[in-house]
């Protein structure tokens, strides 16, 4: 190739993605870069101070409902991971070993809620859970209990939500490694006098980690930076950092320690998708 | 008389409207290297993964070691088996894919270690022991599957077209080294290809299948020189069958269209099948001499072989092979005569052996 | 065989269990719009559309909901105009680590959450005065919906066949004519799932929508929780379940395309 049609191609290839760069760097990485600064910003009444200060993050720190927020907002992402992966196993095992058939449609019921909104998905939890919620009357109805159950507004609440909405990502993540394995290694197991549990064991479960590691770590990532959830089902006795995010912006208007909070978040995430990166390339047999 | 190690009785498989198995039976002698040779569909496959318990069958039994083992599951039966894509679980070394079979069965550190070495030294990989299968190249995780197969002692080790997979050249390697552990260690093969060469050099006895059937079970000698019908003699080798009377008093063969190929035989019934390969027919230039009058219809090189494809008075073809390269002697549609030599006789047997 | 038999059992039950958790809150919802009364009740009491009328006449539901489907039109459109350039740009590009990043950086609203999007477009719309303004939400939506459109779009573009771009070129075709007649076609099915993909996130998003507005331009997920905090009857229910139907609706049709599994790695 001439140096002439290098040098056109490179002009093309600037050429057709400058709208592109121009668009995400105008609109995704400025205002991040924006924030970042703002959060070593001072802050009084309102208005943003000039100047440089670790205020922000030094309250962050010192303050102990923060250090709450932090636990509460880790500690429920961790869960609803877990219960993700425990619930999520059996419905990913069940649409991998499916005939091509009932495949399609396994997935689709698992899909489709993803394309629903979530307010509109965590209303209905509202309903099932509240204290004139389907399992309140029917338990009452039952006879099992006097007073109705606080499950709603609360941690509990935050997580059946918040496990409902991320529980599909999870399985397709997990169906997408099992359905990668080679019937004949599952073969191979039981030939050589493995039952069933110890097939699942030895050569399932270890073949079926990169799924269950990209799925949970999207899990916990959307978790923690969970807003909707937390909003409509946590109510005022869970202490989430997106929610207090939006109180500080929105309700307080201290929108620089507003943005310390967000960036410790991004940080968060970011760290996560960099582990992930790490643990996935133990598990490269296949290379 | 050898001892039967693996028995399958009228076995009979659907699967929806295909017929994979049409009552099939087939007795597998210890110690021997029986193979299931037939094309895609044929049942082959589908034989084998019945003995192994990976299919139920429909009506019919199977027994190992004068057992009934027909509703047992595979876990059970101790079989071995090799697949055509290795599965060497990816996740485990070589060391640990040799000794799962054996972690199952619980048994002792001391011997899994003895066994595993044991099994490495046959296959002639000891270096190989903590490698990943990923990083072994297809010959070597096929030798490991077999490895691995064989540690628990099986049975029977069942392998599904195994050499698939590999280059020519590979395949060839791999089919004597095949060879060579069947004989050392003593277990019953039972060997599942769609290629003749392979089922021919390997086996003790090949079992040819054509739609759920067994057509010819015999040693390979047999089966090339003695095809009980059209279709083996067409499957193995080129091959053409000339319906002819045997003329008892003359002591030979007459062709049809003239022609007469001296053959004594014993108990020849009148009508019998000629069956004619490459390799026992020879060209000699036209004009006198015995042989049959022919026409030469294609002459194709091959390597240091030469085909020529010619075709009789009754409108028989026939291919004779040549070593050499092409003959200035025969031209293309020219004249030439073609003589019978070594012919083998296709007789209708008497069921399986 | 047996043993197998159980475990299978088992798993079948497990994994139905499962899907109940997933379905049964909508499934709920939608009971509750049908219901006659203005509360709710368990069981389920009475039939009537009365809510649905009541949200079509419903001043808080249809300007939201004309809104949110504008805006989702114009976002799609907007970022299908921008992907293809940027995934043909991609395609060019000789793989590497310039490569490897401007695709992360496509993809980057699909890793960075909802939240931070949100607190951080609310500091620079501000700055500029775009908050509460259709213009600031449209660039929010379409920053949203990119890396859906995108990825859709780079799919397709990377399954071209180049040799047909070649013999065009070869037939003397000039790069837009190849373009139009050669390259888009083949584009039109990943550029239609991306598109209806763009189209169904934009409707649904509600964090960064709630972050970039006020009281001017709410936008349907907005107005829904609005109402839910101020009212609680089922008129929510009956738009709930508009939205559940067409989120169903709009899954077949991407089903269809074949496009279904990529919604694995997709953010809320």
Redesign the interface.
């Known amino acids: 190739m001439s140096t002439a049609t290098e040098r056109n191609?490179n002009w093309?290839?600037?050429?057709?993605?400058?709208?592109?760069?121009v668009?995400?760097a105008g609109?995704?990485?400025?205002?991040?870069i924006?924030?970042t600064v703002?959060s070593f910003r001072g802050e009084s009444f309102g208005q943003i101070l000039p100047g440089f200060t670790l205020a922000n993050y030094a309250s962050l720190v010192r303050d102990s409902t923060y250090a709450q927020i932090f636990l509460q907002t880790f500690a429920a992402a961790a869960l609803v991971t877990v219960l993700c992966i425990l619930?999520?196993f059996?419905?990913a095992?069940?649409i991998a070993d499916a005939p091509a058939r009932w495949r399609?449609l396994l997935?689709?019921?698992?899909?489709?809620?993803?394309?629903?909104?979530?307010?509109?998905?965590?209303?209905?939890?509202?309903?099932?859970l509240?204290r004139?919620?389907?399992i309140n009357?029917?338990l009452t109805w039952a006879g099992a209990i006097d007073q109705p159950l606080a499950l709603s507004g609360n941690y509990i609440g935050l997580i059946i939500g918040g496990t409902?909405?991320?529980?599909?990502?999870m399985i397709?993540?997990i169906a997408?490694s099992l359905i990668a394995i080679?019937r004949?290694?599952i073969?191979?197991?039981?030939?050589?006098?493995?039952?069933?549990?110890?097939t699942f064991l030895?050569?399932t479960l270890?073949?079926a980690m990169p799924g269950v590691i990209a799925g949970s770590v999207?899990v916990f990532?959307?978790m923690?930076?969970?807003?909707?959830t937390p909003?409509?089902l946590g109510g005022t006795a869970v202490k989430y950092v997106?929610v207090a995010?939006?109180t500080d912006?929105?309700v307080l208007f201290n929108?620089p320690r507003?943005?310390a909070l967000?960036m410790v978040?991004?940080l968060a995430?970011?760290l996560l998708?960099a582990l992930q990166k790490r643990a996935l390339r133990r598990?490269e047999?296949?290379? | 008389m050898d001892r039967i190690k693996v028995s399958a009785r009228n076995i009979v498989k659907r699967f929806g409207t295909t017929l994979a198995a049409d009552d099939v039976s087939l007795d597998i002698r210890d110690g021997e290297f029986l193979t299931l040779l037939g094309e895609s569909g044929c049942g082959k496959t589908t034989l084998m993964r019945i003995i192994a318990g990976l299919e139920t069958v429909d009506s019919g039994s199977i027994h190992i070691d004068g057992q009934d083992v027909t509703a047992l599951s595979p876990r059970e039966r101790n079989l071995g088996m090799v697949f055509q894509q290795y599965s060497l679980f990816p996740h485990m070394s070589v060391a640990e894919n040799i000794g799962y079979g054996l972690r199952v069965k619980r048994k002792g550190e001391q011997e899994i270690r003895a066994t595993i070495d044991e099994m490495l030294e046959l296959v002639r990989l000891p270096d190989l022991r903590e490698r990943r299968p990923a990083q072994l190249s297809g010959g070597q995780q096929q030798r490991i599957a077999l490895a691995r197969a064989l540690a628990t002692r099986p049975s029977l080790l069942m392998l599904d077209e195994p050499l698939g997979a590999l280059d020519l050249k590979l395949r060839r390697q791999l089919q004597a080294e095949l060879k060579r552990i069947h004989r050392q260690s003593g277990t019953t093969f039972l060997f599942v290809t769609h290629d003749q060469d392979e089922a021919l050099f390997l086996s003790d006895r090949v079992a040819v299948m054509r739609a759920g059937r067994i057509e010819q079970l015999d040693d390979p000698t047999r089966i090339y020189c003695n095809p009980v019908n059209q279709f083996v003699a067409d499957f193995v080798g080129s091959v053409t069958l000339l319906e002819c009377e045997y003329d008892a008093a003359r002591g030979g063969i007459a062709l049809e269209g003239g022609g007469f190929v001296p053959m004594p035989l014993e108990h020849a019934p009148r009508r019998i099948t000629l069956v004619v390969r490459p390799e026992n027919v020879q060209l000699t230039p036209a004009g006198g001499g015995d042989g049959l009058a022919c026409k030469v219809e294609d002459i194709a090189y091959q390597a240091g072989t030469t085909l020529y494809t010619v075709r009789l008075a009754s409108g028989a073809a026939l291919i004779s092979r040549d070593l050499g390269a092409p003959s200035p002697a025969f031209a293309l549609g020219g004249d030439a005569r073609a003589k019978l030599s070594n012919c083998t006789v296709a007789f209708p047997h008497q069921g399986m052996n | 065989m047996n043993e197998a038999s159980t475990w299978t059992s088992l798993r079948a039950l497990a994994a139905a269990a499962v899907y109940g958790f997933l379905i049964i809150p909508m499934l709920v919802v939608v009971l509750f719009s049908f219901s006659d009364k203005s509360f709710f009740t368990f069981p389920p009491s009475g039939f009537s559309l009365k809510w649905y009328q009541a949200a079509w006449n419903s001043e808080r539901f249809l300007g939201p909901a004309v809104r949110s489907i504008v805006l989702a039109t114009l976002a799609t459109l907007l970022t299908v105009a921008i992907s293809i350039p940027a995934a043909l740009a991609l395609r060019k590009m000789n793989a590497g680590r310039l490569r490897a990043a401007v695709e992360f950086l496509f993809l980057g609203p699909l890793i960075v959450p909802a939240l931070i999007i949100g607190i951080a477009l609310l500091y620079s719309f501000s700055k500029v005065g775009l908050i509460d303004t259709f213009g600031g939400l449209l660039a929010a939506h379409a920053l949203i919906v990119f890396p859906f459109v995108f990825r859709a779009v780079l799919t397709s573009v990377v399954n071209l066949r180049q040799h047909l771009i070649d013999a065009s070129e070869i037939l003397g075709a000039g790069p837009f004519y190849t373009f139009r007649r050669i390259m888009l076609p083949s584009l039109v099915p990943g550029l239609a799932a991306g598109a209806i993909f763009a189209f169904i996130v934009s409707l649904d998003q509600f964090t960064v929508s709630l972050f970039v507005t006020q009281s001017e331009q709410a936008v349907l997920p907005v107005a829904i929780y609005k109402y839910l905090y101020d009212v609680n009857d089922p008129v929510v229910a009956a738009v709930s379940t508009v939205l559940v139907v067409f989120g169903f609706a709009v899954a077949v049709v991407i089903d269809r395309l074949g496009w279904l599994r990529h919604l694995g790695g997709t953010a809320g």
């Open positions: 191609r093309a290839i600037w050429a057709l993605l400058g709208p592109g760069l668009f995400i609109l995704l990485l400025v205002p991040i924006d924030m703002i619930l999520g059996p419905v095992s069940l399609g997935y689709f019921l698992v899909a489709a809620p993803l394309l629903v909104n979530t307010v509109v998905r965590t209303y209905g939890w509202l309903l099932i509240g004139k919620g389907v009357e029917t409902q909405v991320f529980l599909p990502f397709l993540s997408t080679d004949c290694l073969e191979s197991s039981t030939i050589l006098g493995a039952g069933p549990v110890r030895e050569v270890p073949l999207l990532s959307l923690l930076g969970a807003f909707v909003l409509i997106s995010v939006f912006a929105l929108l507003a943005t967000a978040l991004l995430v970011l998708y598990f047999y296949y290379a």
